[in-house]
């Protein structure tokens, strides 16, 4: 079954810290994996795309990190910002015409003063 | 210079009834989707259309159903709405269907059925 595991489900660091997100996945074939991030009330939004062949990708403070061979992927946040908090999901695609995308749960941030 | 618009953002409304929501993107792509997200705040694909053509129909209940007028516009209607559909819908939208493409999504709208 194709499935797309996030930990830690939630997560309280000081404003300031650094933060890493693992996301777990067994979705096969495999065409690329995304991170995307969602504020409350908001769509998500994308913050990196990664195909098998790549294995880390950044965005600002954002650094995504991805092992086709185990599956797992990590996205590193570097001095965080109150702004960071919010919901960020762990995305798969699988080598298809359709773009279906496979979400995982997410993982709640919250970054406090 | 909203790119993935939806109306209404929120829709309380009771068992039984029928309700449309709107999607609109103004990105000149050719596919667009429909998503469900659960009080899990898992996202599920519901739907996606590319140039008018359905090529996604996941497992949905069939009083589910999308329109899509033009490639600017995907709405969808729900019929004889139940307790389960409360959600969060969101439509999105990409250049054209594939793996590769970047998905834009909206704001959502908050279902609520009582």
């Known amino acids: 079954k194709n499935q797309v595991e996030q930990s830690p489900q939630s997560l309280i660091i000081l404003e300031g810290k650094n933060c890493t997100l693992q996301?777990?996945?067994?979705?096969?074939?495999?065409?690329?994996l995304r991170w995307y991030k969602q504020d409350t009330g908001r769509g998500p939004v994308s913050l990196t795309i990664?195909?098998?062949?790549?294995n880390t990708k950044s965005n600002g403070r954002y650094t995504a990190t991805l092992d086709a061979d185990t599956k797992q992927s990590s996205l590193h946040i570097t001095a965080s910002q109150l702004s960071d908090s919010a919901s960020y999901i762990c995305?798969?695609?699988?080598?298809?015409?359709?773009?279906?995308?496979?979400f995982g749960q997410g993982t709640t941030l919250q970054v406090k003063p | 210079d909203t790119a993935v618009s939806q109306t209404p953002k929120y829709l309380v409304t009771q068992m039984g009834n029928d309700k449309s929501i709107k999607c609109e993107q103004n990105?000149?792509?050719?596919?667009m989707y429909w998503y469900k997200q659960d009080s899990k705040k898992f996202l599920k694909i519901m739907f996606s259309?590319?140039?008018?053509?359905?090529?996604i129909n996941e497992t949905v209940p069939n009083r589910f159903s999308p329109k899509s007028p033009d490639k600017a516009h995907l709405n969808l209607h729900i019929n004889s709405l139940e307790l389960g559909d409360s959600a969060v819908y969101f439509c999105?939208?990409?250049?054209?269907?594939?793996?590769?493409?970047?998905?834009?999504f909206g704001p959502g709208t908050r279902l609520t059925v009582t």
């Open positions: 999105a939208s990409s250049p054209t269907s594939g793996a590769v493409y970047e998905q834009y």
């Open positions: 996301c777990n996945y067994t979705v096969s074939p495999f065409s690329n």
């Open positions: 990664m195909t098998f062949s790549e």
């Open positions: 995305v798969v695609t699988g080598s298809s015409n359709t773009g279906k995308l496979i």
């Open positions: 990105l000149g792509h050719d596919t």
């Open positions: 259309y590319n140039n008018k053509e359905l090529i």
